[in-house]
């Protein structure tokens, strides 16, 4: 008999996602779960269905960049797969950007937003990302108040119609400097008829189809470092429909996100205008930054959800040794660990999801503003660690077929990989989380947080659980106070995981109760005891490392 494996299925990705439909019913008003519903159910069934069937079809199709037309003009054009231009038109019919804008559920839509992205993401290979640039260009168009470029920009970005859409692109990084912006050498210079144009390269410039872009440069005479770039906006193209001072060198050939056209490129004289002052663009880019890192931290959820979703359905399927891989109790503790750290991961995002919502409604009291600056880089550094472990494990559940490419499954953990990357690496987060909480009323208001979910919690067990998650945020506030600079940054990643996962541990606790209250149901509750069971406090108890010594062998 010949060996044949059977592929994994996967159908409605709302009616099958249990821990999504028990957050839903706990957190929103009867009234806005119900409004949603429908555009939920909508959007599951295509991500479990036709755009899931899309993507495994459309699996070999990458960008491809054209410089030169036929004739000797320099074109630079760029297409993009067919399952890209299809998923640009969903994100728009669907209001993936536009709904946080119309709010029509007021402080809840937020919530309603990234439910509907966290559907779309796993099914669209990586189109998150210049989504996740737009909502953040649009974010900071508004927090900035310019009213030129919100009347000129805003509509596009926040369309519906997709013959009106635009999407944004964020250029930010050069060879000079990746994480360290600062050094960013591009310069912009007033020209005859006082335009400013930028001149520059640019080393990652990801979605560079956009109709726009945010960058930065140096305005010519400000001073070296970061406080002296300032924040453009530029349009990709010019009236004529030609390039806007802008040359593509090449698409980059990456590991992962390979859908995504990232590109090599130079600004030769192109015009931009100023968002917000000509200086401090860093401090100004910061509302960009802080959707972009959400809107990452919803993408690793959804991918660990769509791993574990597969491997679960192969589970049933596979047959090995006698029996279903699922009735194996080795294999089912494999996928529960799985689980566990989803969940948790889970209601950790949408923690934060929620402060954004009540901040931009004007619901936020001033020091969950602190909290919020400390939570978004942590959620962000923390999920994304977890989304590619938990990738890298799930593959592993398939054997040799999640090896191979053409099962469509290695996209998963090539394209998670990118997510402790991709706007912050986790040590750039970590030491940003440190100075976040040494700044204003943050870490008390993490630490009231954290008295409050211990206090929702009746539970013996979770109540126990709950208790521990506060002693080690207390350990590691306690921690990062008394240390000295090089310890305090030698343990910041610890540090952040610390907070990360102590926090998850007690939402995950806290929405257990809730689901013992009502259902019954035991598996929310059997997650935070796995979660916890894998540690969530990084720093207590350990003697000092030598750290050089072990790093570079010395």
Not at 12 to 39: C, F, M, T
Not at 211 to 236: D, I
Not at 239 to 265: C, F, Q, W, Y
Not at 301 to 318: P, S
């Amino acid at each position: 008999m010949p060996f044949n494996q059977p592929a994994p299925r996967i159908g409605n990705q709302y009616s099958e996602d249990r821990v999504l439909r028990e957050y839903l019913g706990r957190a929103l008003p009867a009234e806005v779960r119900e409004a949603i519903q429908s555009g939920l159910q909508e959007m599951g069934e295509l991500a479990g269905g036709p755009l899931y069937a899309f993507q495994l079809a459309d699996r070999a199709s990458e960008p491809t960049h054209t410089p030169w037309d036929a004739w000797g003009n320099r074109v630079d054009r760029i297409e993009v797969s067919p399952l890209w231009r299809a998923a640009e038109q969903l994100a728009a019919r669907s209001g993936l950007i536009a709904i946080p804008y119309e709010r029509a559920h007021g402080h809840w839509s937020r919530v309603h937003q990234f439910a509907l992205v966290y559907l779309f993401t796993p099914s669209t290979d990586v189109y998150n990302c210049p989504l996740a640039m737009t909502d953040g260009a649009a974010r900071t168009l508004t927090h900035h108040r310019n009213s030129a470029l919100i009347e000129r920009a805003l509509p596009h970005l926040t369309a519906r119609d997709p013959a009106r859409f635009w999407t944004s692109g964020q250029w930010m990084t050069e060879a000079t400097g990746g994480s360290d912006v600062g050094l960013s050498e591009t310069v912009a210079r007033r020209d005859a008829d006082g335009r400013w144009r930028l001149h520059g390269r640019k080393w990652f410039t990801s979605a560079v189809t956009s109709q726009m872009a945010l960058t930065l440069a140096r305005p010519e005479g400000n001073p070296a470092g970061g406080k002296g770039l300032a924040l453009f906006y530029l349009e990709t193209r010019d009236e004529s429909g030609g390039l806007n001072g802008i040359l593509v060198h090449r698409l980059k050939d990456k590991l992962g996100t390979r859908k995504v056209p990232t590109a090599e490129l130079t600004l030769d004289g192109a015009v931009a205008m100023p968002v917000a002052g000509l200086a401090e663009g860093i401090k100004n880019i910061a509302p960009m930054l802080n959707i972009t890192r959400t809107w990452n931290a919803i993408s690793s959820i959804a991918y660990m959800r769509r791993a574990i979703a597969l491997a679960r359905d192969y589970a049933r399927r596979r047959h090995a040794f006698g029996a279903p891989l699922a009735d194996k109790p080795l294999h089912q503790d494999t996928l529960a660990g799985l689980q566990a750290e989803f969940e948790a991961a889970f209601h950790l995002v949408f923690h934060l999801v929620e402060l954004i919502g009540r901040e931009e409604a004007g619901a936020l009291p001033p020091a969950q503003h602190d909290l919020l600056r400390l939570l978004t880089p942590v959620v962000k550094l923390t999920t994304g660690k977890q989304a590619v472990a938990v990738c890298s494990e799930a593959l592993e559940c398939f054997g040799g077929a999640g090896y191979v490419e053409d099962t469509g499954l290695p996209a998963l953990l090539r394209d998670a990989q990118v997510l402790s990357i991709w706007e912050g690496t986790t040590n750039v987060l970590a030491l940003e989380t440190q100075r976040a909480a040494a700044a204003g009323a943050a870490t008390q208001a993490l630490t009231e947080l954290l008295g409050e979910l211990s206090a929702s919690v009746q539970e013996a067990r979770l109540a126990a659980l709950a208790a521990a998650a506060r002693q080690a945020v207390y350990r590691a506030c306690s921690w990062l106070e008394s240390a000295k600079a090089d310890a305090a940054e030698e343990g910041a990643r610890r540090y952040a995981l610390t907070i990360g996962r102590s926090l998850a541990l007690a939402l995950l606790a806290r929405h257990a109760q809730w689901v013992l209250a009502g259902s019954g149901d035991q598996r929310p509750l059997a997650a935070a005891l796995r979660f916890a069971a894998h540690g969530v406090d990084l720093l207590g108890g350990e003697a000092p490392f030598a750290s050089r010594a072990l790093a570079m062998d010395e």
